[in-house]
């Protein structure tokens, strides 16, 4: 995911410290050249040797080390990014006033690339007005900054300064550093998630989607570079990126208000929600007393929401899918020429472990071009970049 990209850590004195450990081995993991500069005192809270170790260079604390002047121009010009994190309330005063008294200050000074700092200090410190005027004036520099956390903070208390989790920065730095421009201008509809159609205030009738496929299709379209709107039915789980736009509803006659609204602007449309295809005729406004052995519920079809905006479309590109469990491609390609897509994605409920609930999917890509894309059982974040990449190559 970071195949290539340069990224300078600067790890200042903060008990936070220890928490890079794992952010290195998390840029490491994603294939980024990770180099580390630290202040004497960060020193103290975590080991320069694991950190060297991990990132598989030699980490510099000092401005000449052994009689070698470490070169703080060649760094700060080295890096694609250069991440100050902890920052503790010290070297954001000095980063505000541009005071260069080590080698951290020094790269900082002479860096050519975007900045993004972690704040990590106790509430107190993190709401004085000086912090406050600092954090002011380093933004107005063009630094970033990545939000603290609320949490239990080292001097026990509890409050805003905890520094953000080292998986919360490493999707910070892939999301506003990182993203791709293939899908720049392009406007991307994704439902996903079941619906809920209530029956009375207290029952519904749903299914098992959880939404972890349109979600992670959300996902790898937003980081090709997309505007993402997702309208998402009840699931448990969210988007990582912050910029991806949700709506959250919870009935298929929502879902289809929604995804409407904004599909005349968008460019494609993917509706891989598992959209009810009945709700309750009658919503009983008191919950329902058991009464008779038997019981009949009236059912009124929802509307299809794929085949009527398939009916609107002008410019969209749509992806529809398919859950079929027995004649599997003819259904598929009747619902691709029925509903007027692009293309269906179709996962068989009979393969294994592939489906709802699950992190891996197998699916085959029909368009309407008359090809046919078999996939292998690939986690659901990998068959998300393969419906991705056949969407960029279809419609781009
Ligand atoms: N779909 C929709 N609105 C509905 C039902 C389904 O937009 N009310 C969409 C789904 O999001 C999916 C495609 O239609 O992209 C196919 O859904 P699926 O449940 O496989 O098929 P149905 O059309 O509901 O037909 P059936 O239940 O008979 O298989």
Redesign the pocket.
């Known amino acids: 995911m970071l195949a290539g990209k340069k990224i300078l850590i600067g790890i200042t004195g903060s008990i936070a410290a220890y928490k890079i450990i794992l952010l290195t081995r998390l840029l490491v993991k994603a294939n980024a050249e990770v180099k580390i500069v630290m202040t004497a005192s960060a020193q103290q809270f975590v080991s320069p040797l694991v950190l060297s170790t991990l990132s598989k260079s030699e980490v510099l604390i000092d401005l000449s080390n052994n009689n070698n002047w470490a070169n703080h121009v060649a760094l700060g010009r080295w890096a694609d990014i250069m991440l100050i994190t902890p920052l503790s309330c010290n070297t954001l005063a000095k980063m505000a006033n541009g005071i260069c008294d080590n080698l951290l200050m020094a790269v900082y000074l002479s860096a050519t690339c975007h900045v993004a700092v972690a704040p990590a200090m106790d509430e107190d410190m993190w709401h004085h007005p000086s912090t406050k005027r600092n954090i002011e004036t380093i933004k107005s520099f063009g630094n970033k900054i990545i939000n603290v956390e609320k949490g239990e903070l080292a001097s026990g208390l509890f409050g805003d300064g905890r520094m953000a989790e080292p998986e919360a920065i490493f999707t910070y730095v892939i999301e506003n550093f990182f993203r791709a421009k293939t899908l720049n201008n392009k406007t991307v509809v994704i439902?996903a998630g079941p619906t809920r159609e209530a029956i009375d205030p207290v029952r519904y009738i749903t299914n098992h989607s959880t939404g972890k496929m349109g979600i992670a299709l959300a996902e790898s379209l937003y980081m090709h570079g997309a505007d993402v709107h997702l309208i998402c039915g009840p699931v448990n789980i969210q988007p990582k990126y912050k910029g991806i736009n949700v709506t959250n509803i919870e009935s298929?006659k929502q879902?289809?208000e929604a995804t409407e609204k904004h599909f005349a602007n968008a460019d494609i449309l993917i509706?891989?929600?598992?959209?009810?295809?009945y709700a309750a005729t009658v919503i009983a406004d008191k919950k329902i007393k058991k009464k008779e052995d038997e019981w009949a519920l009236a059912l009124t079809?929802?509307?299809?929401?794929?085949?009527?905006?398939g009916k609107q479309k002008t410019k969209q590109f749509i992806?529809?899918?398919?859950?079929?469990t027995n004649n599997v491609k003819e259904?598929?390609m009747q619902?691709l020429k029925?509903?007027n897509?692009d293309c269906?994605?179709l996962n068989s409920l009979t393969d294994e472990n592939a489906g709802f609930g699950y992190d891996t999917n197998k699916i085959t890509i029909l368009g309407k071009d008359g090809e046919e894309r078999n996939f292998e059982l690939k986690s659901k974040n990998q068959v998300a970049e393969d419906i991705a990449q056949y969407i960029i190559e279809k419609n781009v």
């Open positions: 439902t298929a879902m289809f509706m891989s929600a598992a959209v009810a295809d079809k929802t509307t299809d929401i794929l085949a009527a905006l992806v529809g899918f398919a859950l079929e259904n598929a619902k029925n509903k897509a269906i994605v």
